[in-house]
């Protein structure tokens, strides 16, 4: 166990000349010994699939409502422009440039002319294009990956290392493997002792990881590369330190890194959209005895977050964090006792695909507070209103502020909580703390997010002093 398996995020990798001599190379040597897993260059991913928070429809989306072929076609089109430009940005030498270029042009006119013949085969009434959406879904995925996996390794075989992208994708490949078959393959000839492979976050395999896990997909290869191969250490580097919160709301001097947690936390993270590892790929480490470390990818010297599953020490708040959300409120005045209403909000949540956040209800409303876009929303609503058309359903723009620690037994989270969001002029919607102690949230006016994130962490961790130290008001965390 002599090797680190590391993933590098897309905003990470937008800036892939930045880390060529801090973190492939160190002091003029190439730090062999090292695995990286590598999503899509920053804004790929949503050009090609849709975007992650607003929905966009990017070629994926294009081609799965398409009324006409001009749509997927331009999006496809802007999608290649985009990652032309992104290897532009990163690569130096003429020659590595074009044939960064060229191994763009061929994926995206194979994507193309695939989706032509399976456009044409379903004009036949034997065939189904729902039927194969997951498969164009995959294959269109796993052009970002391959792009930037080849374009890293054309950076470092740039600077004398010997490195190698690993395709994973099963570009034009016979035959069909499961997860662990394809990468037991791809790294069958690779020796990371003496050469630096750079892998694809997306894999093509039997199990479909876009089925299950969908954007999640690039950890899940991540966590399974660092268990198969017995690694030392699973890191994930950032562009960012995993912090007490945004230190553009807070500001830099009173936030605190995390510097070590536990999979309680990174789960209520992961709630709250900003992912610090997916929960399945954690579990996959966990399983396999194998560390997480999260490190700024631009702070190399920085030790970063360790998480385990270790408890906390003493009980304290590590992180105050939000999220912008829409409140779906169901109200009928006949619910009261009668079974079925939750089940069927449930299905139309995720028939539409929509995340959900949290929960309240009461006799004779349940709402569920959901991360999702308006236009998935208004099909919700719309599904209820025509299954309860007795019910009055609303949705609403709001937030969600968290309060979230190993440990926050003790603390009185919630009432201080409450009494700081009123010292500093906004009302709590709702607030809610569960049994296990791990996080308290609260429900606000959306324009009080930020302000709301500012008061509590204020509250819990302190501001510091003109001087740079901590006040007095600072509690333990």
């Given at each position: 166990m002599t090797?680190?398996?590391?993933?590098?995020?897309?905003?990470?990798m937008?800036?892939?000349h930045e880390?060529r001599?801090t973190?492939?190379?160190?002091?003029?040597?190439p730090?062999y010994?090292?695995?990286?897993?590598?999503s899509?260059?920053?804004g790929?991913?949503?050009m090609?699939?849709?975007?992650?928070k607003s929905?966009?429809?990017?070629?994926?989306?294009?081609?799965a409502?398409?009324?006409?072929d001009?749509?997927?076609?331009?999006?496809l089109?802007r999608?290649?422009?985009t990652m032309?430009?992104?290897?532009?940005?990163?690569l130096?030498?003429?020659?590595d440039?074009?044939?960064?270029t060229?191994?763009?042009?061929?994926?995206?006119?194979?994507?193309?002319?695939?989706?032509?013949?399976?456009?044409?085969l379903?004009?036949y009434g034997h065939f189904?294009?729902?039927?194969?959406?997951?498969?164009?879904r995959e294959?269109l995925?796993?052009l970002?990956e391959?792009?930037?996996?080849?374009?890293?390794a054309?950076v470092l075989?740039?600077?004398?290392?010997n490195a190698?992208a690993?395709?994973?994708t099963?570009?034009r490949?016979?035959?069909?493997?499961?997860?662990?078959e394809?990468i037991?393959?791809?790294?069958?000839?690779?020796?990371?002792?003496t050469?630096?492979?750079?892998?694809?976050?997306?894999?093509?395999?039997?199990e479909?990881l876009?089925?299950?896990?969908?954007?999640?997909?690039?950890e899940?290869?991540?966590?399974?590369?660092a268990?198969?191969?017995?690694?030392r250490?699973a890191?994930?580097?950032?562009?960012f330190?995993?912090s007490s919160?945004?230190?553009?709301?807070v500001?830099?001097?009173n936030?605190?890194?995390?510097?070590?947690?536990?999979?309680d936390?990174a789960?209520q993270?992961?709630?709250?959209?900003?992912e610090?590892i997916h929960?399945?790929a954690?579990?996959?480490l966990?399983?396999?005895g194998?560390?997480?470390r999260v490190?700024n990818?631009f702070e190399?010297?920085e030790?970063?977050?360790?998480?385990?599953?270790?408890p906390?020490e003493?009980p304290a708040v590590?992180?105050?964090?939000g999220?912008d959300?829409?409140?779906?409120?169901?109200f009928e005045?006949?619910?009261?006792?009668?079974?079925?209403?939750?089940?069927?909000?449930?299905?139309a949540?995720?028939?539409?695909?929509?995340r959900i956040?949290?929960k309240a209800?009461?006799?004779?409303?349940?709402?569920h507070?959901?991360?999702?876009s308006?236009?998935?929303?208004?099909k919700?609503?719309d599904d209820?209103?025509?299954?309860?058309p007795?019910?009055?359903?609303?949705n609403r723009?709001?937030?969600?502020v968290?309060?979230i620690?190993?440990?926050?037994?003790?603390?009185s989270?919630l009432?201080?909580?409450l009494q700081?969001?009123d010292?500093n002029?906004?009302a709590?919607?709702?607030a809610t703390?569960?049994?296990?102690h791990?996080?308290t949230q609260?429900i606000?006016e959306?324009?009080?997010r930020?302000?709301?994130?500012?008061?509590?962490?204020?509250t819990?961790?302190?501001?510091a002093?003109?001087n740079?130290?901590?006040?007095?008001?600072t509690?333990?965390?």
């Amino acid at each position: 166990m002599t090797h680190t398996v590391e993933k590098i995020g897309g905003t990470s990798m937008s800036r892939l000349h930045e880390l060529r001599d801090t973190l492939f190379i160190k002091n003029g040597e190439p730090q062999y010994g090292r695995i990286f897993v590598v999503s899509a260059f920053g804004g790929i991913t949503d050009m090609l699939l849709e975007h992650k928070k607003s929905g966009e429809d990017g070629a994926y989306a294009a081609f799965a409502d398409a009324e006409d072929d001009h749509g997927w076609h331009d999006a496809l089109t802007r999608a290649c422009r985009t990652m032309i430009k992104a290897h532009e940005d990163v690569l130096e030498h003429p020659g590595d440039i074009a044939q960064a270029t060229a191994f763009v042009n061929e994926r995206i006119e194979g994507a193309r002319n695939c989706l032509i013949d399976l456009q044409r085969l379903c004009s036949y009434g034997h065939f189904r294009l729902n039927a194969h959406l997951m498969h164009i879904r995959e294959l269109l995925s796993g052009l970002g990956e391959a792009h930037s996996a080849h374009v890293a390794a054309l950076v470092l075989k740039r600077a004398s290392v010997n490195a190698r992208a690993v395709d994973l994708t099963g570009w034009r490949e016979d035959g069909e493997v499961n997860l662990d078959e394809r990468i037991n393959n791809a790294m069958a000839s690779v020796d990371p002792a003496t050469e630096m492979p750079i892998v694809t976050g997306y894999a093509q395999c039997r199990e479909g990881l876009m089925k299950e896990f969908d954007r999640g997909y690039s950890e899940v290869t991540f966590s399974q590369m660092a268990a198969l191969t017995g690694a030392r250490e699973a890191i994930i580097h950032k562009e960012f330190h995993l912090s007490s919160a945004d230190p553009k709301l807070v500001g830099a001097e009173n936030v605190r890194t995390l510097g070590h947690t536990n999979y309680d936390v990174a789960d209520q993270m992961a709630n709250l959209g900003m992912e610090a590892i997916h929960p399945s790929a954690a579990k996959t480490l966990r399983q396999a005895g194998v560390p997480l470390r999260v490190t700024n990818a631009f702070e190399p010297e920085e030790p970063g977050t360790v998480i385990d599953d270790q408890p906390a020490e003493t009980p304290a708040v590590e992180m105050v964090t939000g999220l912008d959300i829409i409140a779906l409120e169901v109200f009928e005045q006949d619910m009261v006792g009668v079974k079925g209403y939750d089940a069927a909000i449930l299905d139309a949540l995720t028939r539409h695909d929509v995340r959900i956040v949290s929960k309240a209800s009461n006799a004779n409303t349940i709402t569920h507070y959901v991360d999702a876009s308006v236009k998935a929303m208004r099909k919700v609503a719309d599904d209820l209103a025509e299954k309860y058309p007795q019910s009055e359903i609303r949705n609403r723009k709001l937030a969600l502020v968290s309060v979230i620690g190993r440990d926050l037994d003790g603390l009185s989270t919630l009432q201080r909580g409450l009494q700081a969001l009123d010292d500093n002029g906004m009302a709590s919607l709702g607030a809610t703390q569960g049994p296990r102690h791990v996080d308290t949230q609260f429900i606000l006016e959306r324009e009080d997010r930020d302000p709301a994130i500012k008061a509590l962490h204020d509250t819990f961790f302190g501001k510091a002093s003109k001087n740079g130290k901590k006040s007095d008001m600072t509690i333990a965390a």
